[in-house]
């Protein structure tokens, strides 16, 4: 029950680390904004902030790294006869449901919206994730991760899943789905 409690804590403690920066980072500027700054905001000491976030940049693209990499583990991990196509709608429909972070979401959002130097390390970021994309494609299909259709896809996908995230709904998973499939089979 202790650690359950703990660990509630720490994850509650992470968020508003989060949010106090994301909000500073898009009302101020991320290079205007210090970690003591975070830390006052947060309620939380410098040297807390730290723990969690060695630096600036890490309160930057944690919220990313979570979401590819629980993306990443949802594809890798998905049952045997599941397509990736599958696995991808499957974790969009679960993380849509659960419904939690949208206020971290929307704060990400605008501080990225604001802070260009942080869209252009975003921007790095998605590209690594759709790299990722397109071996496990390839792979499911037999393809080199590099020919065009696994990268294809796996631009595809990431642009469908940034879309969905900004009008989520049953109607619009089903539509983006359906374009993907549809883009699949075009593709041959």
Known sequence: MTEGVRERGKARRREAILRSAYRLFAERGFDATTIADVAEAAEVSARTVTLYFPTKLD?????LE????ELSLALAEREAGVTTLGALEAWLRHDLEDGEGDELEELWEVMIDRNPQLRAIANSRVTEAIQEGARIFAAEH???PDSFAPRMVAAAAA???SEVYLAPSEENIAAAMAF???GIAALG
């Not at 309160?59 to 919220?63: A, M, N, R, Y």
């Not at 979570?66 to 990499?69: A, P, V, Y």
């Open 142 to 144: 037999g393809d080199d």
């Open 59 to 63: 309160l930057v693209t944690s919220h």
């Open 159 to 161: 642009a469908v899943v």
């Open 66 to 69: 979570e979401f590819t990499g």
């Open 180 to 182: 993907l499939q549809g």
